[in-house]
């Protein structure tokens, strides 16, 4: 059976720190960080804010451009980094809160940055395979970058909701292929009771995001049989601005196929969020008929990849949750000592 | 003393080789030497590899033995030399030195480094490990801030410049593009140079030679065992090492490297000419204040005009000195250990007329300058046709 984007949410939290105050802070110069980053901003979540609050709110966006009750849903996964239990799944609660039935089946994904997609797949196997009518995949972080690390200036809250469920006409979109790759890659990783993740510095660069999301796109237009111009928008996984560039560039893509995905300038790297965020910001222009690549990442590493067809159904549903552009402009600026009390930075000696 | 050739060079590219371990590495670069020297490898009587840190770049010491493992040279004996960033130029003069006692007739000389496989920062406090430790790196001190110093005092006693800092940048990029092998094969402007961010004032990130990965090794025998050779031989006309205070502090006179002046005329005795006779010259340009410095103590130019000199373009290739004609270390990269080898694979290709796009024309003397930290071990070499 052929499956589709029944209905998609995204939420960013409305809280914005620049970089160049981040850079400032920390001795360094705030054009060169700007310039090497391209991150203007990031989103950063507040105190009542976590994993759950933010898939919570991306889908029950999610549900409204569905037009299904939150019942009918039958598998509900959460991929993300950030979950706030180490043991005690975050679906559990964003099923109840969404008012989801007690016959389903729900799991955690973890997979760094690209969780989300990994749920997306998941799902497409129930849903295709029949045991379930509509599944919910979801990515979202509140990304952690420890103070005067590089990953500070990127590390953003946020996160997208997607309802699969099976292909239609009033869809927002179909999804055409997917195809993954996985290798043991250890470019950036936390360990159990770290607050903190580490990384590879440069390593996390070429073996990494360039070969990994690099690789997975040419497969996937290898197996569907398609080039970068057959379609109308591309989205990759942005950690920043300067690589799904560069990794576009490689490809053969254009940047105005690019440049309406690449939400990284204004909200950061959104981690399991982000390559959905992207899709989302895609869906509030896109047309009936569009074709759309998609390759997400994950440290790790792997990368999952995704050709999807706009269906009529996005026009009606477009408008019945706020446009990803609107959640993104919706913000408050705020301070390092701010930011630092909103991501409880401040650790007291007992 | 018994004449000394050079009959076989091989060098992997420089770079960040993500997927090559230092023994991957060395027998990539053994094994070329070897091949390029026509001779078989039973030949080979001793090995000498240069290398600085393995034990905290890949946490393996004892690589003399694992390095002749790798290459099929057991039993023959091998001997890790070690002199910080001047491991691979004292690892060839110990191989020279083998062969002009008679001790032996052919040895391999190689030099390696695998720097990538931790965090900059670590690789950073390893590089420190070449300072000293209690006077200077405990205190904060690191190689940019050794060499700033160096550069302050230049400029304020000589009136040297940024700008003139800089163009020893360009000119290595302009080189290095067009070697094979370099880790950055692109020219650089004068712009993006002094835009670059600042590392240590008045030192920018494109003032300093990278962190690399890389191995290189040439084969070095006697004048009988050279008629064996496949190509024509390289004759080792001229060697000098010298040693200065570890830490900078000690000494009276921060813009000179004395070990360098005292290496040099070591050399240049031994080979009996003056620097005229040069016709290209591999300078060890860890930051770019460092091939100034260079090419003023080698005597190639008089002290305080090595800046000048750059600006007037002396120094570029195929003028009155082509400098770094491989594009130094600034280009092609460093990978400590492998450094002072690399420069005297450079020195032979250039001088067998092999050295393609970056050939200095009918080269016939050439010379390597290799150090050893902020200048507390020079160690040189004089190769003539």
């Known amino acids: 059976m052929k499956v589709g984007i029944t209905g998609h949410g995204a939420y960013v939290p409305r809280y914005r720190i620049r970089s160049r105050d981040i850079a400032v802070m920390w001795g360094q110069d705030p054009s060169a960080v700007e310039g090497g980053l391209g991150v203007i901003e990031k989103a950063v979540p507040g105190l009542d804010e976590d994993t759950i609050t933010i898939s919570v709110e991306a889908a029950r966006y999610a549900l409204k451009r569905a037009g299904i009750p939150a019942t009918e849903i039958g598998a509900l996964y959460i991929g993300s980094e950030s979950h706030p239990y180490a043991v005690k799944p975050s679906g559990t609660v964003v099923a109840a809160a969404i008012g989801a039935g007690a016959r389903m089946t729900v799991a955690d994904y973890e997979f760094a940055c690209k969780a989300g997609t990994a749920g997306i797949q998941t799902s497409m196997g129930l849903v295709g395979w029949g045991s379930i009518k509509y599944g919910m995949a979801i990515g979202a972080d509140t990304a952690q970058g420890a103070p005067g690390d590089a990953l500070e200036y990127s590390a953003a809250g946020g996160g997208a909701a997607f309802v699969i469920g099976p292909d239609d006409e009033d869809n927002v979109a179909r999804i055409d292929h997917t195809v993954s790759m996985t290798t043991d890659t250890p470019d950036f990783w936390r360990r159990d009771g770290q607050p903190y993740p580490r990384h590879g510095g440069r390593f996390t660069g070429e073996p990494a995001y360039f070969k990994h999301v690099v690789e997975t796109t040419k497969m996937m237009m290898g197996e569907t049989g398609t080039k970068p111009s057959d379609f109308t928008y591309a989205v990759f996984h942005m950690p920043n601005k300067k690589f799904p560039e560069r990794a576009a560039k490689t490809l053969g893509f254009e940047s105005k196929q690019v440049e309406p995905g690449l939400v990284v300038e204004r909200i950061g790297n959104t981690y399991s969020g982000s390559s959905l965020l992207g899709l989302c910001s895609v869906f509030d222009i896109a047309k009936p008929g569009d074709r759309i690549i998609l390759t997400s990442y994950g440290s790790g590493a792997g990368a999952d990849s995704f050709v999807l067809t706009v269906q009529p159904g996005i026009e009606k549903k477009r408008r019945l949750a706020p446009l990803t552009r609107d959640i993104i402009n919706r913000k408050k600026y705020i301070d390092y000592a701010t930011y630092v009390k909103y991501r409880q930075k401040l650790v007291f000696a007992e | ?385």
């Open chain 2, 1 to 385: 003393m018994r004449k000394v050739a050079i009959i076989g060079v091989g060098m992997t590219d420089f770079g960040e080789l993500w997927e090559k371990s230092l023994r991957d590495l060395t027998v990539q670069a053994g094994l070329e030497a070897i091949r390029d020297s026509g001779l078989p490898g039973e030949e080979i009587d001793a090995l000498y590899a240069g290398c600085m840190s393995s034990g905290i770049f890949v946490q393996q010491e004892h690589i003399a033995s694992l390095l002749a493992d790798y290459c099929g040279l057991v039993p023959k004996s091998a001997t890790r030399v070690e002199g910080a960033c001047a491991s691979g130029g004292i690892a060839l003069r110990q191989a020279i030195m083998a062969v002009a006692s008679g001790m032996h007739d052919v040895v391999v000389a190689g030099g390696v480094e695998k720097m990538t496989d931790i965090l900059t920062e670590q690789t950073t406090m390893a590089l420190a490990c070449a300072a000293d430790r209690e006077w200077e790196a405990f205190q904060g001190v690191t190689f940019p801030g050794l060499y700033a110093m160096m550069a302050r005092r230049h400029m304020h006693d000589y009136g040297t410049t940024e700008e003139q800092l800089s163009l020893v940048a360009v000119k290595n990029h302009e080189n290095g593009a067009k070697n094979p092998h370099a880790q950055y094969r692109r020219p650089v402007t004068l712009e993006q140079v002094m835009n670059s961010s600042l590392i240590a004032d008045p030192i920018r990130l494109l003032h300093c030679s990278p962190i690399s990965d890389g191995a290189a090794a040439v084969v070095v025998c006697s004048k009988e065992k050279a008629k064996e050779a496949r190509s024509e031989p390289i004759w080792v006309i001229g060697s000098g090492q010298a040693s200065d205070t570890i830490a900078l502090h000690d000494r009276k006179d921060i813009t000179t490297m004395n070990a360098t002046v005292v290496a040099v005329r070591e050399a240049l005795r031994m080979a009996g000419i003056t620097q005229k006779y040069v016709d290209l010259v591999e300078v060890h340009d860890c930051f770019t204040i460092a091939e100034i410095l260079a090419i003023e103590d080698l005597g190639f130019f008089e002290k305080g005009k090595g800046g000048p000199a750059t600006q007037e373009g002396l120094t570029a290739l195929n003028s009155q000195i082509s400098v770094n004609p491989s594009g130094g270390l600034k280009s092609k990269g460093h990978p400590v250990g492998a450094t002072g080898i690399a420069q005297i694979v450079e020195v032979v290709q250039q001088l067998r007329g092999q050295a393609g796009a970056r050939q200095v024309k009918d080269a016939e003397i050439g010379m390597a300058h290799n150090v050893g930290g902020s200048g507390g071990t020079c160690v040189t070499h004089i190769l003539s046709r």
